[in-house]
């Protein structure tokens, strides 16, 4: 095989190097958003990408940062193709940076093909909708806000909550029914803390994860462009094991937000018009295009199911961040800092949470039978106590009627019973749910309208003998 | 033939492209990805690419087609899907398989499938456009009437029967001695609007099935909606309830830049629910078109006028249609992010200051029409649009520009759904201005309609008022009047307009159901409040039976019900007047 032909075309005049774009005059042959190197006049070579070209001009953007280019003796080299992702088997248990390179001190991967990063979409005629349980053992999920494979369940969180730990508990834990598959989990840390990427992998070690896991880690020190590439290969090489390997996949993509940050420094580096709080207005395509690829296919055994994590700045559920995520996935967890404060773990708001792919999991033979009646029921009377918690912060508990009382404690019943449970303790779908028959003992009867009144005789435990 | 000049994410600009118009269909490279000329400068044609632009290199190809974008019209609509630049999405799967990749060609209609087609004119007949000349049986449902195309007249000089593909003539019209050869299809350029004899106000119910937009909120045949709501209000859930149960001839949902779980949800839905009137499978009165949000930016506004302009041409039929659009912000978006891409000066947002005139141009087709040709016939086109306003802050430019188009609106409320409450459709928001135009057709269906709707609205605007009460001195320090006035509205709230769109038989409930449901209710309050009148307490009342008999009114199959609420009204008779009589 001839390398050099690898390097077929070549520019120099570089007229402008600022932020992380290079202005250079026009290559004839180069591909839009075809991957460059820049050799600098020192011999280094960095890699970029063509995001604009035209007959007069090619614009580069250059990952790692423009430092140390020097406009009269880089060259610019254009590879031929688009960013693309070596991938076969052996990827599994491998640990790979933002640029898909390994570092955990391995060799390359000898790949069986190579994939773009950007992936193709789905025909959505050939989606087969998400309908398998995952049984994360943690209530709050599992009663409320079922989670299917094939679904895109984000987690929104604030900064210093215990998003990690729960998504450390739902690793451990998640299994489907009564099935013994192929399982994957595909990592990416995008941006965060040395200490947040180490605890993820440590966790995955003790468990014994690690060696069908397939990480990709741009920790925040490492360049902040390449927290664009990260979760788009971490999504290529989950794609990969899910169609071609036949494997039912996760994929933890934490933290999105500092993927949305450097989208946004790119996009003003472009000079683009920003749209709100100075993200760029095709931010929602951007990570659509990315939340997309999870899914289903007919005719396919595998899956993947995607769980991006999030900080909201400062707790805003109405910032463009959460909000455009929102819009796209599938539903979301949020973690609550009052249920925090109040000790309790984890800490999921159950009205903000909500899960769109939930009816498909759910019910006989699924779960069980009760399932969609017991959330609906559990959900009205723990709203009813929180209206009445928010009145009685004003007229006192005592002011109001004996009815009312008896929601109030179920309330506060519900979180110190239902919510809350131990960082290692897995319960059941069947002992989640029996949790809530249990709080709805002590509820009125005739007021469990939601349910229907066969489920009431069978699992109300003064009928259960 | 030009050459590709410049390439910038969706937009390229080709040179050498004299003699081009603005709105041509073009294709780019090697491949030819379909592209759509927006400018022209000069020698030069600023395009924007319908498909993925990967790897495009200066100095590529560019092809014009000499035609404007334009959807196929003919039998093998029905049923299928589409993406936003109408390629059947099952004859991509069946050719590339299950990934989408571009410069992949599909058409619309099947060309093998032969149609049985039976004329109904004959030799001889002098025949103008819209003139229907022959029928088509497309499904269980829709009996598919082939037109004579626009600017076409004259007399039949042969017209055959049989089964024929959308390809081969089936009639020659003569008209001097110039012959025209006519086929099962025909196609129309989707920003133009098809057109008409002439035009009618809305009028009519579009019964859905909903009590809530039924009932308190009638949208009208012909008229226009929008339903916003932030993330998670149930605003997919809503308009699939409408596009599966609205009963009008045919309805087209598009959905725009969304979901591609949620799309394969309702696709598969469809294939499986039947229609509550006609006991036929929905596919057979439907069209999809799916354009979810990883396929291209460019091709959500082309799905929005593809799918407009099937309306039409069913409308033009003689049937009422009904489009569903889910979401037009994220056609607004994509026109903004083209907009930055061509240097256009932003209006509000960023996004371009025609966003406004360019939403009307879409729901300015809706109405209800009198069709061009003979037979005489009416038909209309109702449009339905989603808007997901950025933090649900409905002050933003794309709702407020749709809010200066509709004549409905369903405003969807974060609070609500958080409650979930669904439909989270906000009563006291939300509003039809087509009112007037349904009375009649209300009138003869449930006399009265219009005081028990307005008494009804009037005990929830109450509520809202006595809410703020309640927060300063809770529940219980309020007179027995008003407790009772909260209990009902408490009672409209969750036994009348909540509505489970999962529950097999509250997921469609017929309008004289739902007329009945509410009477039921407010006759409960007027027999309640003689009771307070004449002693008994509030606590009687609450602890009633028929308060839980009427929370499971729901469950009542819609056949059934007239039957079992006359036995529920002289029981309520009997109770809540023995009541009153011991306090």
């Known amino acids: 095989m001839d390398f050099s032909s690898l390097y077929v075309?070549?520019?120099?005049?570089?007229?402008?190097?600022?932020?992380?774009?290079?202005?250079?005059?026009?290559?004839?042959?180069?591909?839009?958003?075809?991957?460059?190197?820049?050799?600098?006049?020192?011999?280094?070579?960095?890699?970029?990408?063509?995001?604009?070209?035209?007959?007069?001009?090619?614009?580069?953007?250059?990952?790692?940062?423009?430092?140390?280019?020097?406009?009269i003796g880089s060259k610019i080299r254009c590879k031929g193709e688009t960013l693309k992702l070596p991938v076969s088997i052996d990827i599994s248990g491998r640990i790979f940076n933002g640029m898909g390179e390994p570092i955990d001190g391995g060799s390359r991967v000898i790949p069986e093909d190579y994939l773009d990063i950007n992936g193709e979409p789905i025909n959505p005629a050939l989606r087969q909708p998400p309908a398998e349980f995952i049984e994360t053992g943690i209530s709050a999920i599992d009663g409320l806000n079922a989670l299917v494979r094939g679904q895109k369940l984000p987690i929104f969180s604030g900064s210093g909550l215990p998003h990690n730990r729960i998504v450390a508990q739902i690793i451990r834990q998640a299994t489907v029914k009564g099935k013994e598959e192929r399982f994957a989990l595909v990592f990416a840390a995008i941006g965060i803390s040395y200490d947040d990427a180490s605890f993820f992998m440590r966790n995955l070690e003790r468990t014994g994860a690690l060696e069908r896991?397939?990480?990709?880690?741009?920790?925040?020190?490492?360049?902040?462009?390449?927290?664009?590439?990260?979760?788009?290969?971490?999504?290529?090489a989950a794609e990969y094991l899910a169609w071609k390997q036949n494997m039912h996949v996760l994929v933890i993509l934490t933290d999105m937000t500092n993927y949305?940050?450097?989208?946004?420094?790119?996009?003003?580096?472009?000079?683009?018009?920003?749209?709100?709080?100075?993200?760029?207005?095709?931010?929602?395509?951007?990570l659509a295009t990315m939340y997309e690829r999870a899914g289903r296919i007919l005719g396919k055994e595998g899956s993947v199911t995607i769980m991006p994590i999030l900080t909201m700045p400062d707790d805003d559920i109405t910032h463009p961040i959460p909000d455009l995520t929102g819009y796209i996935t599938e539903g979301q967890i949020v973690l609550s800092r009052n249920l925090e404060r109040k000790g309790v773990y984890p800490p999921i708001d159950v009205f903000l949470s909500l899960s769109r792919m939930m009816k498909e999991g759910i019910g006989p033979s699924k779960t069980r039978e009760d399932h969609n009646n017991v959330f609906m029921q559990s959900y009205a009377a723990y709203a009813e106590g929180c209206y009445l918690r928010e009145i009685s912060t004003i007229?006192?508990?005592?002011a109001l009627g004996e009815r009312d009382k008896i929601y109030l404690t179920n309330a506060d019943e519900f979180e110190r019973k239902f919510i809350s449970q131990g960082e290692w303790e897995?319960?059941?779908?069947?002992?989640?749910?029996?949790i809530a028959w249990e709080l709805f003992s002590t509820l009125p009867e005739e007021d469990l309208k939601l349910i229907k009144e066969e489920f009431i005789k069978k699992y109300l435990p003064k009928y259960r003998k | 033939m030009g050459k590709i000049w410049r390439v910038s994410g969706p937009l390229v600009i080709a040179d050498d492209m004299k003699g081009s118009q603005v709105y041509e269909v073009v294709e780019i490279g090697e491949e030819g990805l379909v592209g759509e000329i927006v400018g022209l400068e000069g020698n030069k044609a600023i395009i924007q690419a319908h498909e993925d632009t990967l790897g495009l290199k200066v100095g590529e190809v560019v092809r014009g087609t000499g035609r404007i974008l334009s959807a196929e019209l003919g039998p093998g609509l029905v049923g299928s899907i589409y993406d936003g630049l109408q390629k059947s999405l099952l004859t991509l799967g069946e050719n590339i398989g299950p990934f989408i990749k571009r410069g992949a060609k599909a058409s619309a209609l099947p060309r093998d499938k032969k149609w049985q087609f039976t004329p109904k004119v004959k030799v001889g007949d002098a025949v103008s456009q819209g003139d229907i000349i022959g029928v088509v049986p497309e499904t269980n449902l829709i009996e598919h009437r082939i037109m004579v195309p626009l600017g076409i007249k004259g007399t039949i000089k042969e017209i055959r029967q049989g089964d024929?593909?959308?390809?081969?003539?089936?009639?020659?019209?003569?008209?001097?001695?110039?012959?025209?050869?006519?086929?099962?299809?025909?196609?129309?350029?989707?920003?133009?609007?098809?057109?008409?004899?002439?035009?009618?106000?809305?009028?009519?119910l579009l019964t859905t099935g909903m009590r809530i937009l039924d009932y308190m909120f009638p949208l009208a045949l012909g008229g226009k909606a929008s339903i916003p709501g932030g993330f998670g209000t149930g605003k997919t859930v809503a308009l699939q309830q409408l596009a599966r149960w609205a009963q009008t001839h045919l309805n087209i949902y598009v959905g725009c830049g969304e979901r591609g779980n949620e799309m394969s949800d309702v696709l598969t839905s469809f294939r499986e629910l039947k229609d509550p009137n006609t006991g036929i499978l929905l596919q057979e009165k439907e069209i999809f078109i799916a354009n979810t949000s990883n396929m291209p930016v460019v091709a959500r506004e082309a799905s929005i006028f593809v799918g407009i302009t099937m309306a039409e041409y069913f409308r033009d039929m003689g049937y009422d249609i009904l489009v569903v659009a889910d979401s037009t912000s994220r056609w607004a978006e994509a026109m903004r992010e083209m907009s930055g891409r061509l240097e256009e000066m932003p209006g509000e947002e960023g996004f371009p200051s025609y966003m406004g005139s360019r939403l009307s141009s879409f729901y300015e087709r809706a109405g209800m029409v009198e069709c061009l040709g003979n037979p005489e016939r009416k038909g209309s086109v109702t449009v339905a649009g989603a808007v997901s306003p950025p933090g649900a802050d409905f002050s933003e430019p794309v709702t407020q520009n749709t809010l200066?188009?509709?004549?409905?609106?369903?405003?969807?409320?974060?609070?609500?759904?958080?409650?979930?409450?669904?439909?989270?459709i906000n009563w006291l928001t939300s509003y039809s201005l087509y009112v007037d135009a349904v009375k009649d057709w209300w009138n003869e269906y449930d006399p009265g309609w219009e005081d028990t709707r307005a008494s009804a609205l009037r005990v929830l605007q109450q509520e809202a008022e006595l809410e703020e009460i309640v927060r300063l001195v809770g529940p219980e320090a309020l007179p027995e009047g008003d407790k009772l006035l909260l209990l009902t509205a408490r009672m409209i709230r969750e036994d009348f307009l909540q509505q489970s769109a999962y529950h097999e038989v509250d997921t469609y409930c017929m309008p004289a159901k739902a007329g009945l449901m509410l009477k039921t209710i407010m006759k409960f309050y007027e027999l309640a409040q003689e009771m307070l009148n004449s002693g008994a307490g509030i606590e009687s009342i609450r602890s009633s039976p028929m308060v839980y008999r009427i929370s499971r009114m729901k469950d009542i199959p819609n056949e059934a019900f007239e039957q079992r609420v006359k036995e529920l009204w002289s029981e309520m008779d009997q109770s809540l007047v023995t009541g009153k009589r011991v306090p």
């Not at chain 2, 001695?177 to 133009?192: D, I």
């Not at chain 2, 200066?404 to 979930?420: G, M």
Request: hydrophobic share 35%; charged share 30%; glycine share 6%.
């Open chain 1, 9 to 71: 075309k070549e520019g120099r005049a570089i007229s402008k190097a600022k932020g992380s774009l290079l202005i250079a005059e026009s290559i004839p042959g180069i591909k839009f958003n075809e991957m460059v190197d820049i050799q600098l006049g020192n011999g280094e070579v960095k890699s970029g990408q063509a995001i604009d070209i035209s007959e007069e001009a090619a614009i580069i953007e250059v990952f790692g940062g423009v430092s140390e280019v020097d406009l």
């Open chain 1, 213 to 236: 896991t397939v990480a990709f880690i741009n920790t925040a020190s490492d360049p902040v462009i390449e927290r664009i590439s990260t979760p788009k290969l971490a999504l290529t």
């Open chain 2, 164 to 204: 024929y593909t959308v390809e081969e003539p089936v009639t020659w019209i003569e008209n001097g001695n110039e012959v025209k050869e006519l086929t099962l299809m025909q196609e129309w350029p989707v920003r133009k609007p098809r057109p008409y004899k002439q035009r009618f106000d809305p009028s009519g």
């Open chain 1, 426 to 434: 897995k319960r059941t779908v069947e002992d989640t749910l029996d």
């Open chain 1, 395 to 398: 007229i006192g508990a005592e």
């Open chain 2, 404 to 424: 200066r188009i509709i004549d409905a609106l369903y405003a969807l409320d974060v609070s609500l759904a958080n409650k979930r409450h669904f439909p989270s």
């Open chain 1, 260 to 286: 949305c940050e450097a989208l946004r420094e790119l996009s003003s580096m472009r000079e683009e018009i920003p749209s709100r709080r100075g993200y760029p207005g095709y931010m929602y395509t951007d």
